[in-house]
């Protein structure tokens, strides 16, 4: 055997195990060699190519890693031009379609429709000669489009060579080209790592990945591809009906949407809407709307085009999910626990359903990254129930000119130094993405959000004191801190805005049944940062009473399960606080109790009933905070041992308490198996 006939057949065994391990790689997601097994064959054919150039088939695998970049896109005339779908927005436009496809057809019985997503892409057409793989291009005009043949060859999914048998000579498939929102997620991740720019949405990731003038950059990105319908090469086919077509696609190795139905008149349509809009979020792909199609292929060729697109198909649209708008200021807000977040006010736009006019930019870093500016053009997002948020800026839209024809200045968002609502200072930790004012409860936007946080319904639960009575409370100067809301009278409560008589009964009837509460709920309602309803209840359940909750530090609050270093850190900072203590004083003494300790707990605290003698000095706890613990514990400490003394806790330099206890058999202990037994409690 010749050299060249040994290559040639070495070659064909390669391009053949090649597409094998790809089609089980990429379309069954179950490999069926290693990684190297796999580089080796590759890499064994793309010597073998090179050695003899005419092996390098337009359909072999080595096409796929993209080639030398190009100067320009060469156009492509499209052998039957890409048209558009016209768009309905509502049901009775659905309708009004189903209306005109049965007159359309003379014919006034229920059609049946091919229904599927409308994929949010970009539009390409795959020309198939003799079943190889020869050219792909954008949609372009319609007409004419850009070649991005070696980029399309790039693409795992698409086959280079048809499998099956039915395709004729030539045929041209249809679909779209997009980027799943996982691999959207996974690309931009990358990019930010190596500095490079992000993309706003999987369609612009899909569509600038598509048109790059270098192939690698291409195959370097996860595209995928939806098949959905046939240019030139449709009359020669074995189908009927769209849904067959699809089928048939499929068998040819295209990717199809499992997404499709067939359903019937406009009822089908509406109710497959219906049903895909609902789990639109859940989809592992962007989708903006759906296609609704005539099923019989017959049917679609009697009703025929008008204009530029077919009187077959109608894309119902979702209302879009992204707008354009222009940034007219950028503020911050400030939160609850002092977090400052910077909000884009914007020039009111219609999105998601509802008019716009502020979306958040989440932290400085992320208005930096985006480099967004007062002035800008920018991407807004609402999708869902998700508040609306700036996706991305177009500083290509920046004006030049201001509104006067001076040059308009537009500079980058700094975070302010100081806090809007109380001039104290913002601070923002390293490592930490959240600024945060430093004003604590002096600051009126804190105070408010601490008030209306304190008397909701999980917390102390004052029913009636909502946002707006909170935030007239505080502007009129009559409650600074929780504690004063116990002050209230129906004298300062009459001079507020729409504050009859009876509303201020109730509300003072409310504040008094607030009074009795629990001490989980009066943890909770205190606003501490990092600590939510559950950790409330924890420390609750552990210490029993809130003395020893003041009084522990931060190693014996870590000992509680789930308490970690950054909630015993934020716990010990509020009670650091004297203003803080003073407030938690002045709701005692206004009458704010609880049952002393919950009777359930007593029984499962580990050391109720139990004496205890501290001696001697322990490695990390003080004599103070051991107390505390064995107090939360149920236990008690006696100054002297005797033989009622259950445990003596000795440190080091232990005196004659530890002698006694020894004489009289009491069981002494050191520091780590006094926090074992308290562990056990738990
Ligand atoms: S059929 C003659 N089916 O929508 C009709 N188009 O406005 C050809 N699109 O540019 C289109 N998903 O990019 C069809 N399932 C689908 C589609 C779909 C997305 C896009 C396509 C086209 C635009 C039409």
Not at 258 to 275: H, K, M, N, P, T
Not at 346 to 351: A, R, S, W
Not at 529 to 554: M, Y
């Amino acid at each position: 055997m010749s050299d060249q006939l040994a290559a040639t057949r070495r070659a064909a065994f390669l391009r053949a195990e090649i597409e094998r391990h790809n089609e089980a790689y990429y379309r069954h997601d179950a490999p069926t060699v290693t990684d190297a097994e796999y580089d080796g064959l590759f890499r064994e054919l793309q010597t073998l190519e090179a050695q003899y150039p005419a092996l390098h088939t337009a359909d072999s695998p080595t096409r796929r890693v993209g080639a030398a970049p190009l100067k320009e896109f060469s156009p492509h005339r499209h052998g039957v031009a890409m048209l558009s779908l016209n768009n309905a927005f509502s049901s009775a436009e659905v309708a009004a379609f189903d209306q005109r496809v049965r007159e359309g057809l003379d014919d006034m019985a229920a059609v049946d429709y091919a229904v599927e997503p409308k994929f949010d892409g970009l539009a390409i057409s795959l020309t198939y000669e003799n079943g190889i793989f020869s050219r792909g291009a954008t949609r372009g005009d319609g007409s004419t489009g850009e070649d991005v043949t070696p980029n399309l060859r790039t693409l795992s999914c698409l086959p280079l060579r048809l499998a099956g048998s039915e395709w004729p000579p030539l045929i041209e498939v249809r679909g779209e080209v997009l980027m799943f929102k996982g691999a959207f997620d996974d690309l931009n991740a990358r990019q930010r790592e190596r500095g490079e720019k992000t993309f706003a949405n999987p369609r612009n990731a899909a569509a600038g990945s598509l048109r790059q003038l270098d192939s690698r950059i291409t195959a370097s990105r996860p595209l995928s591809f939806f098949a959905y319908g046939i240019g030139a090469g449709a009359d020669a086919l074995p189908v009927k009906t769209h849904d067959e077509l699809m089928k048939l696609l499929a068998t040819w190795g295209f990717p199809v949407a499992d997404e499709r139905r067939v359903v019937c008149g406009a009822a089908g349509l509406l109710a497959f809407f219906e049903d895909i809009g609902a789990r639109r979020a859940q989809l592992p792909y962007d989708i903006d709307g759906v296609v609704y199609k005539v099923n019989q292929l017959a049917a679609q060729a009697q009703l025929g085009f008008v204009s530029r697109a077919p009187r077959f198909a109608i894309a119902h649209k979702f209302p879009a999910e992204e707008a354009l708008t222009v940034v007219v200021g950028i503020d911050v807000q400030v939160g609850r626990t002092g977090a400052i977040t910077p909000v884009a006010r914007l020039q009111p736009v219609f999105v998601g359903g509802v008019t716009v006019t502020n979306a958040t930019l989440h932290n400085e870093d992320e208005v930096r990254r985006k480099d967004v500016r007062v002035g800008d053009t920018v991407i807004v997002r609402r999708a869902g129930d998700v508040i609306p948020e700036v996706v991305a800026s177009l500083p290509e839209k920046r004006p030049a000119r201001d509104l006067f024809g001076g040059e308009a200045l537009h500079p980058p968002f700094f975070m302010p130094t100081r806090c809007p609502q109380c001039d104290s200072a913002i601070v923002r930790g390293v490592d930490e993405a959240i600024a945060r004012c430093s004003g604590g409860l002096f600051c009126p936007a804190q105070r408010k959000a601490a008030l209306s946080h304190f008397a909701a319904r999980r917390a102390i639960d004052i029913e009636g004191l909502g946002d707006k009575l909170v935030e007239q409370l505080v502007d009129a100067a009559l409650v600074h801190s929780p504690a004063d809301l116990y002050g209230l009278t129906q004298e300062t409560l009459a001079g507020l805005d729409r504050m009859g008589e009876k509303s201020a009964q109730n509300l003072l009837a409310a504040i008094e049944s607030s009074k009795q509460t629990t001490l989980a709920r009066f943890i909770f309602s205190l606003g501490i940062r990092n600590v939510g309803e559950s950790t409330a209840r924890d420390l609750a359940r552990h210490f029993g009473q809130l003395e020893p909750l003041l009084a522990a530090d931060q190693a014996a609050l870590q000992q509680i399960p789930d308490v970690g270093p950054v909630v015993a850190a934020s716990l010990a900072a509020f009670f650091g606080e004297p203003h803080n203590r003073q407030i938690i004083e002045r709701l005692r003494l206004a009458g704010v109790n609880w049952p002393d300790s919950a009777p359930a707990a007593t029984g499962t605290r580990v050391l109720a009933g139990k004496t205890l003698v501290l001696t001697g000095t322990l490695p990390t706890l003080k004599r103070d905070q051991a107390k505390a613990l064995i107090e939360a514990a149920g236990g008690k400490v006696s100054g002297s041992v005797s033989k009622k003394t259950d445990f003596v806790l000795a440190g080091e330099d232990a005196g004659t308490k530890l002698e006694n206890a020894r004489q009289l058999g009491v069981m002494v202990i050191d520091e780590a198996a006094f926090l074992k037994l308290l562990n056990q409690g738990d």
